[in-house]
């Protein structure tokens, strides 16, 4: 009896353990699945950040932007010209490039224009308020006021606009061997510009060779070895390029195809006064996307082409963990600046305000003679930038 009572008993527990309570026992077990890849799905999301990219062409002053005839002085608001870019400069990062030094009337020096350019210091708020938060000061016009001029304008930045990040001019040569990054989103995005050469190198004074960028593939290659070590995504600017011509050089396709092989994700390219193609450089490890010319901004120029600017927008986005960007969203949106037949009334607008009444009324048209209608600017720029993939070119 006893044996008996014992083998029902042993029967009972084991189908207590493997049957009756298995629900009890076991009722997580087909929820694990689901739970580990939520959890691994919320990490794929955590190992990606991205930010929103905005750039526009040269701030070129000729000197009937802020003089009378007379030489006085003009009346007028600064910030009133770039106004209408403020609905642009909502990304993360917003650049300009500075073809002429706005140093002003500090240290003695004089304010003028073509050939030798330098801006009231004010321009710098102007630009500043107007949402542009990187500057370029790497041009061929850099030097026009010497050394002095660059670290005038320098001085005036760090006091009054400390927020705008500075790349291409240095105040010594150990800020000008510091690599410049900036924390966008957590991603860490490195920044450098260089220009071709200059109009008024200064000479006889070997120490100050570190002050401007100037393009050379040596300072190139040692530059984005550095920027490379600190930083996870790089947007170079070169001031290069053959003067109102509107194809790349073999010069910069040199350039760009290096800056590919560096680890540069996006080139943008100024100088030559008008717009030249965007294109994708493929590379073993990477694609780069180069807008070869984002012509002027603002400027005095007389003649249409060199009204027609573009605006460069994109997103990158960037994997920490396998350490790869993407860009995505690629844009060139044409940019147009206005200016009335007497040299007065600047203003900037994009070809989505630009009208037909604004280029009656614009100083090419009147006295030059030239088109600058919509229609005209639409056509320039389709035949100029062609039909890239992955870029979309804004006409309307």
Known sequence: MNRLMRTWGLLFLAMCLFGFGANKVFPSTEKKPKESQKTETTAKKD??????????????????????????????????????????????????????????????????????????????????????????LCSNHTYDRGTLGVLTELEYLKKHEPNVTITGAYASKKAAEKPTVINVNGIKVGLASYAYGFESEPSGDPDTKWMVNKISEKKIRSDMKKLNKVSDVQIVSMHWGTEYHTKQNAEQEKYAKLLNELGVEAIIGTHPHVIEPVEWIHGKKQDTLCYYSLGNLISAQNANENMIGGMARFKC?????????RISKAEFIPTITYYDASYNNYALYTIKE?????????????????????????????????NVKGVKVVLK
Do not use: R
Request: net charge negative.
């Open 47 to 136: 190992d990606t950040a991205s930010f929103t990219f905005m750039g526009v062409g040269d701030n070129l002053l000729h000197d009937v932007i802020f003089h009378n005839n007379d030489y006085s002085m003009k009346d007028i608001d600064y910030n009133d010209i770039y106004t209408n870019m403020k609905k642009y400069t909502k990304e993360d990062i917003n650049y300009i490039n500075y073809e002429t030094i706005c140093a002003g009337t500090e240290n003695g020096l004089t304010l003028d224009g073509y050939p030798s350019f330098n801006g009231p210091a004010e321009f710098n708020d102007a630009v500043a308020k107007a949402g542009f938060n990187w500057f370029s």
């Open 317 to 325: 986005s960037y994997n920490f963990k396998t350490k790869k960007a």
């Open 354 to 386: 630009w009208n037909n009444t604004l280029a009656q009324s614009h100083e090419v048209t009147v006295s030059e003679g030239q088109d600058l209608s919509k229609i005209y600017v639409q056509n320039y720029v389709k035949d100029v930038m062609k």
